[in-house]
């Protein structure tokens, strides 16, 4: 370290010598001991500085002791007071979530009527999600505990994992954390509301489905891919969720795909072999993860795989993918085009041929050999970088030979031979 030239003062400390030379001190002129160029100190000064290192903390301790005597004075009086404080608010129930846990609480029980069911928008792993609104016109979803769960030692370690991941993470395509509360032993999250619910529901609403045309459902699955690639490979440590599905994505009102419920999630340890327990929804996981027990990143592209087919298809591949790997008569002949959802006119030539690369690129992610799968980032920057118009047509790809030999190419990216 050099701390030349800035007008230091007072002893150097013992010890300084022993690592640093004089020239690290050089400009600073009413330093004194420890080095020949500078002056011996006063006698009293060290004294003097004795008595500062010990008075100071002292002060600094009475300090904190009396501020945190005015603020239990001061939330005592709040509370006297707590409904003229309440109507000062801004009708925001959530502006002040973290500074009273109970009237957080009281506040959501007004806002969901004690948790009604009327206002219950779902289930999710551990716990029912509900809607809330404050008197100002803010929209949250809630995700509570049951009180069976919340005493539960593995569900409450699934709710602080979650709070945990969501408050470290941000991405534009991963569910925003806003608050968390454990009272009375009921465990809250908070977080923004996605107002079409889960891509799962949607695939399967008559209505909807027809609002999520092809350039949504390609948006859906390059924002899913970008999101898994900043958890795999911007995160430390690298961050896998183990629960990608389509119950796991929703969508907000312009049908923008975000990933949710990180109760399941873990942090890889590079210093251990990250074998667990297995985690994930039936028909998503990784078919080499169920008996190795071993958590990678391949885990999760496996099931991006499984999703970007399903947006594709309208319905889970789960028979299409046993009848191609077992080469049966039945898909040997079947195009591209015939798989798709039929909910939905054929895509045209431009947006073929992106449905033509998730669909290479979804082949790809479900390799039966993890290292054989493609990583997230190449994914993602695939989905980014500017491509050649292909003038194959959907209606001339047969899927047996896009499963066969839909490949991904170091330099070269994905390929269709």
Same mark, same amino acid.
């Given at each position: 370290?050099?701390?030349?030239?800035?007008?230091?003062?007072?002893?150097?400390?013992?010890?300084?010598?022993? &690592?640093?030379?004089?020239?690290?001190?050089?400009?600073?002129?009413?330093? $004194?001991?420890? !080095?020949?160029?500078?002056?011996?100190?006063?006698?009293?000064?060290?004294?003097?500085?004795?008595?500062?290192?010990?008075?100071?903390?002292?002060?600094?301790?009475?300090?904190?002791?009396?501020?945190?005597?005015?603020?239990?004075?001061?939330?005592?009086?709040?509370?006297?007071?707590?409904?003229?404080?309440?109507?000062?608010?801004?009708?925001?129930?959530?502006?002040?979530?973290?500074?009273?846990?109970?009237?957080?609480?009281?506040?959501?029980?007004?806002?969901?009527?004690?948790?009604?069911?009327?206002?219950?928008?779902?289930?999710?792993?551990?716990?029912?999600?509900?809607?809330?609104?404050?008197?100002?016109?803010?929209?949250? *979803?809630?995700?509570?505990?049951?009180?069976?769960?919340?005493?539960?030692?593995?569900? !409450?370690?699934?709710?602080?994992?979650?709070?945990?991941?969501?408050?470290?993470?941000?991405?534009?395509?991963?569910?925003?954390?806003?608050?968390?509360?454990?009272?009375?032993? $009921?465990? !809250?999250?908070?977080?923004?509301?996605?107002?079409?619910?889960?891509?799962?529901?949607?695939?399967?609403?008559?209505?909807?489905?027809?609002?999520?045309?092809?350039?949504?459902?390609?948006?859906?699955?390059?924002?899913?891919?970008?999101?898994?690639?900043?958890?795999?490979?911007? $995160?430390?440590?690298?961050?896998?969720?183990?629960?990608?599905?389509?119950?796991?994505?929703?969508?907000?009102?312009?049908?923008?795909?975000?990933?949710?419920?990180?109760?399941?999630?873990?942090?890889?340890?590079?210093?251990?072999?990250?074998?667990?327990?297995?985690?994930?929804?039936?028909? &998503?996981?990784?078919?080499?993860? *169920?008996?190795?027990?071993?958590?990678?990143?391949?885990?999760?592209? &496996?099931?991006?795989?499984?999703?970007?087919?399903?947006?594709?298809?309208?319905?889970?591949?789960?028979?299409?993918?046993?009848?191609?790997?077992?080469?049966?008569?039945?898909?040997?002949?079947?195009?591209? #085009?015939?798989?798709?959802?039929?909910?939905?006119?054929?895509? #045209?030539?431009?947006?073929?041929?992106?449905?033509?690369?998730?669909?290479?690129?979804?082949? *790809?992610?479900?390799?039966?050999?993890?290292?054989?799968?493609?990583?997230?980032?190449?994914?993602?920057?695939?989905?980014?970088?500017?491509?050649?118009?292909?003038?194959?047509?959907?209606?001339?790809?047969?899927?047996?030979?896009?499963?066969?030999?839909?490949?991904?190419? *170091?330099?070269?990216?994905?390929? &269709?031979?």
């Amino acid at each position: 370290l050099d701390f030349s030239h800035n007008s230091l003062e007072g002893q150097i400390p013992d010890g300084y010598a022993l &690592y640093h030379t004089s020239n690290t001190l050089n400009g600073n002129k009413d330093l $004194c001991g420890q !080095f020949k160029v500078f002056p011996p100190c006063p006698k009293g000064k060290k004294s003097i500085i004795v008595e500062i290192e010990t008075f100071v903390p002292i002060s600094i301790f009475l300090g904190f002791l009396f501020i945190g005597g005015s603020i239990l004075l001061s939330r005592c009086a709040f509370k006297k007071n707590q409904i003229e404080f309440r109507g000062s608010k801004n009708g925001n129930i959530f502006s002040i979530w973290n500074y009273d846990g109970h009237i957080a609480y009281k506040d959501i029980i007004e806002a969901t009527e004690d948790f009604d069911i009327r206002y219950c928008i779902g289930t999710g792993g551990y716990g029912s999600v509900y809607r809330a609104e404050s008197p100002s016109g803010n929209v949250v *979803a809630l995700k509570k505990l049951h009180q069976r769960e919340a005493e539960n030692p593995v569900f !409450f370690m699934s709710f602080i994992n979650e709070v945990r991941v969501l408050t470290e993470i941000r991405h534009r395509n991963i569910v925003k954390l806003h608050r968390f509360c454990v009272h009375k032993g $009921c465990r !809250f999250l908070i977080y923004e509301y996605m107002e079409r619910g889960s891509l799962f529901c949607v695939l399967r609403n008559v209505d909807e489905v027809m609002e999520l045309d092809w350039s949504k459902r390609v948006n859906i699955i390059k924002g899913t891919a970008h999101a898994l690639s900043y958890m795999h490979h911007e $995160c430390i440590p690298t961050i896998v969720h183990r629960d990608i599905s389509s119950n796991n994505i929703l969508l907000n009102s312009e049908f923008q795909g975000f990933i949710s419920d990180f109760g399941t999630a873990k942090l890889l340890d590079p210093d251990t072999s990250n074998q667990t327990l297995v985690a994930g929804t039936y028909g &998503y996981i990784a078919p080499k993860f *169920a008996y190795t027990m071993t958590v990678t990143e391949k885990c999760d592209v &496996y099931s991006f795989g499984v999703v970007a087919l399903e947006v594709l298809m309208g319905r889970h591949p789960g028979e299409l993918l046993s009848s191609l790997s077992s080469s049966s008569s039945s898909s040997q002949n079947m195009m591209l #085009n015939e798989i798709l959802d039929q909910c939905l006119p054929p895509p #045209n030539r431009l947006i073929g041929q992106d449905i033509l690369l998730v669909a290479t690129i979804a082949f *790809a992610c479900l390799h039966t050999q993890p290292k054989s799968r493609p990583t997230m980032k190449c994914v993602s920057q695939e989905f980014i970088s500017p491509r050649k118009p292909n003038p194959i047509p959907l209606t001339t790809v047969s899927l047996l030979q896009l499963w066969k030999q839909a490949t991904y190419v *170091a330099g070269s990216g994905f390929v &269709y031979c």
